[in-house]
């Protein structure tokens, strides 16, 4: 089985599949059983990935993986913010957020900055309306100022009695979740994981800091690979699957 994060692993961040890559999966599900995961959820991942992911991939998993498909049919769903959190723990959260994002000085600010998602909840200090131009303005401004690292330091120090775990991936946003609900997640929805000979996980973010797929690329049920591209990605499978 071969299991992919999206962003900078199978498209460009937050960008569209290509054709080429898209042909490349499928001459791959024919060897190979193919899974995607990935923080976002349904919608946006079939936005990147060009069309109905159920019907493309043998194991889809949004949110990672509190969502949850095979074969095109929904094996499983969870929400964080119903069945896990509360409504008052989730108003103070969101608070301090807002609170927190108000006296944030950045040179720019767009909107939708919290998203509330089945799974998680995506915190993005520019906000998630920004263009593509100011996103990439953005991910050059963190790299220097660590705006997401010291806005997550700042959750885990008001929040340290809550259990929550927080990954920084993408280029403009961090993730909430319940400790354990990171990308590892969806390993335990496999059904009969041990029937593969292996479960080959392909990540660019494989890094303790910062890397939203350290946990999963870490964990012994997977063999991790670390990409640095799309192109990358398709290279290391030609030479792992003689292809």
């Not at 976002?40 to 498909?69: P, R």
């Not at 095109?72 to 069945?83: E, N, P, Y």
């Not at 520019?126 to 660590?146: A, L, P, S, V």
Request: proline share 3%; hydrophobic share 35%.
């Amino acid at each position: 089985m071969c299991l992919f994060d999206i962003d900078g692993t199978l498209t460009p961040s937050r960008q569209v599949i290509t054709p080429e890559m898209k042909s490349f999966l499928l001459e791959l599900k024919k060897k190979v059983v193919i899974g995607i995961v990935g923080g976002s959820d349904k919608g946006k991942q079939e936005e990147q990935m060009g069309g109905d992911v159920t019907g493309m991939y043998d194991y889809v998993f949004s949110e990672n993986g509190l969502v949850a498909y095979k074969d095109g049919k929904l094996i499983g769903k969870q929400s964080f913010i119903k069945d896990w959190m509360g409504e008052e723990k989730i108003k103070l959260f969101d608070n301090f957020c807002l609170r927190y994002l108000a006296d944030l000085d950045i040179p720019k600010k767009r909107g939708t900055f919290i998203e509330f998602r089945d799974g998680l909840i995506n915190v993005c200090p520019i906000g998630r309306n920004c263009t593509q131009e100011e996103r990439m303005e953005f991910f050059e401004y963190d790299k220097e100022h660590k705006v997401r690292e010291k806005f997550v330091e700042a959750l885990r120090k008001e929040f340290s009695d809550m259990g929550l775990q927080y990954s920084i991936g993408g280029q403009i946003s961090f993730d909430v979740f319940p400790k354990g609900w990171d990308k590892t997640f969806c390993l335990g929805l496999i059904d009969n994981i041990s029937q593969f000979k292996a479960v080959h996980f392909f990540g660019d973010k494989t890094y303790p800091v910062r890397g939203n797929d350290y946990e999963i690329f870490m964990d012994p049920r997977t063999i991790g690979h670390t990409v640095t591209s799309p192109d990358d990605t398709i290279k290391q499978l030609r030479e792992l699957f003689n292809m």
